[in-house]
């Protein structure tokens, strides 16, 4: 199955990868297929995840690969450390002026700054690669972990809504987000994030 697709089609499609102190962000290719699904496998990634469906398969991750690969509107990175993937990290922009931020990370690697690193380049590469002047997060207000992540990068609470979760098949409150440009602009020292082309 996963001959029939060209992972370097994929590849060559968004050559962008960002490089952070102990991460690179890069595009996903169907070579990754494999680690993708077995990561996000996981009730406990998918329920803190709006768009995860649980369980997570192979063909999930492929579908995933080649509809990133396909829309101009979602910017989407695999986050790895030491040449392993750990997660995503992505920015979905289909909403026009409501850009938001999001990611996950397999369980194993919870814990270890990895979230707020890997987000931190990916606001980075949107505010220098985009004219928005705002970018919006959500959280479950379940996950104070992620709530916190958004707070080290400047993320300002802005209320709650409900939104639904694939995997829980239902809705459930969020703590929503909002970063300005200018907000941004002031704790950009905060990087060592790079673009490498």
Not at 42 to 70: C, G, K, M, W
Not at 172 to 191: H, M, N
């Amino acid at each position: 199955m996963l001959q029939d697709f060209s992972s370097v089609t994929l590849a060559e499609a968004r050559p962008s990868v960002v490089a952070t102190e102990r991460l690179t962000l890069r595009r996903p290719t169907l070579a990754d297929v494999r680690t993708i699904a077995r990561l996000a496998n996981d009730r406990r990634v998918a329920e803190n995840t709006r768009r995860l469906p649980h369980p997570y398969s192979q063909d999930d991750a492929v579908a995933f690969i080649r509809a990133t690969a396909a829309l101009g509107s979602e910017t989407v990175f695999l986050i790895e450390h030491d040449t392993g993937p750990v997660g995503m990290v992505g920015i979905d922009c289909s909403t026009p002026g409501n850009a938001e931020l999001g990611y996950w990370l397999g369980v194993e690697h919870w814990g270890r700054g990895f979230a707020t690193e890997a987000a931190r380049g990916a606001i980075d590469f949107f505010f220098e690669e985009f004219e928005d002047d705002h970018l919006y997060a959500g959280a479950r207000v379940t996950n104070p972990a992620s709530r916190k992540v958004l707070e080290k990068c400047g993320f300002q609470w802005s209320g709650v809504q409900l939104h639904r979760f694939l995997a829980l098949g239902s809705s459930t409150p969020v703590d929503c987000f909002r970063l300005s440009r200018g907000v941004w602009a002031s704790l950009k020292s905060w990087s060592s994030a790079r673009r490498m082309r």
